[in-house]
């Protein structure tokens, strides 16, 4: 049994070094429990929250355990009468080949009906999250324009082309030449600004000549400088993540401005939300689920997974992740099928 452990907590952007590779002997199942294999581990933003010991929504990984994580597994043994041995289930298995529990909270996958690993992607937390922060929060109507960054991503693909389901104008935010191509050719958005162009301010502007109604916030930083100006009186913004300062350790460089941006939700009735999906939705889920399956199903939604080989290629992988290097929803396949 192999595990990834946190071997310490990082200070910026996280390194090989904070992370360990250990082998363990598989733990045995008790009466009622289920030994499951690891197929398919999911990375995602959020687990460098979990790295870090700062005060958050949850608690962080202690050092020298596994490292936390969404995975598709099989169910290896089973004492537990109601899962058979082979059954696909969506569990919290973390970064190891195998992991215990007692059947709660899996919940049992039908690989006749989707591939399993969509269960960690479009049909799962990161597909959820889109639907709810820029339909609840966002509120979009046809015709507004919505601007959304790490737009060929997990979640920012799905929110381009929901929005463009509910007829807005959908700009696009992505790292690069190939990702903006994908995000016009496959993704169907209206334009898409590379914001490491130098005058990517400029382009955006251009791109949003009646202003920004919804801007899903996925990343901060110069995005959301670039952002500020051009949102309408009204305007929603769902606060979803800022992964362009989780490896921050300092304030960026002055002028302070705060004061700017709470004077524009001031004058310009912004409405500013941040959610944590399963804490504020896991209601909701069955009605996002409904929709989105019938929407995959229809054809009206692409979805793109990036599949990394081998658990050891995790560490590398989750680091290339904070820094745009993954092109769609980022996936580990830890064991054969
Ligand atoms: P993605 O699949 O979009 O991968 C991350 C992407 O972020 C990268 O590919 C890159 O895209 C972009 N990025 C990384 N670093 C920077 C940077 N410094 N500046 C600008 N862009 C950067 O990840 P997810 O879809 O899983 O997550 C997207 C966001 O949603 C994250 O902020 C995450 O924390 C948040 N989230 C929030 C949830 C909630 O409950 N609130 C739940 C799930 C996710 P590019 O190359 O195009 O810039």
Known sequence: NRQLTLAARP?????????????????????????????????????????????SYA???????????????????????????????????????????????????????????????????????????????????????????????????????????????????????EKCAYALDTLGVDACIDHKADDFAEQLAQACPKGIDVYYENVGGKVLDAVLPLLNTGARIPVCGLISQYNATALPDGPDRLGQLMGSILVKRMTVKGFIIFDDYAHRYDEFAKDMSQWLRDGKIHYREQIVEGLDKAPQAFIGLLQGENFGKLVVRVGAD
């Not at 598989?26 to 979990?50: I, N």
């Not at 996958?109 to 339909?135: I, K």
Request: glycine share 14%; hydrophobic share 40%; aromatic share 6%.
């Open 11 to 55: 200070v910026g952007a996280p390194t090989a070094n904070d992370f360990a590779l250990q082998e363990t002997t598989p733990p045995s199942p008790k009466q009622g429990e289920v030994l499951l294999r690891t197929v398919f581990l999911s990375l995602d933003p959020y687990m460098r929250g979990r790295m870090s010991d700062a005060k």
């Open 59 to 177: 608690e962080p990984v202690a050092i020298g355990e596994p490292m936390v994580g969404g995975t598709v597994s099989r169910v290896h043994t089973s004492l537990n009468p109601d899962f058979q041995v082979g059954d696909w289930v969506l569990s919290y298995s973390g970064w190891q080949d195998y992991a215990l529990s007692n059947g709660e909270g899996l919940i049992k996958l039908d690989p006749a009906q989707v591939p399993p690993s969509y269960a960690l992607g479009v049909l799962g937390m990161p597909g959820f999250t889109a639907y709810m922060g820029l339909l609840d929060i966002g509120k979009p109507q046809a015709g507004e324009t919505i601007v959304v960054a790490a737009a060929t991503g997990a979640v920012g693909s799905m929110v381009a082309q929901i929005g463009k389901l509910k007829g807005c104008r959908v700009v696009a935010i992505a790292g690069g030449a």
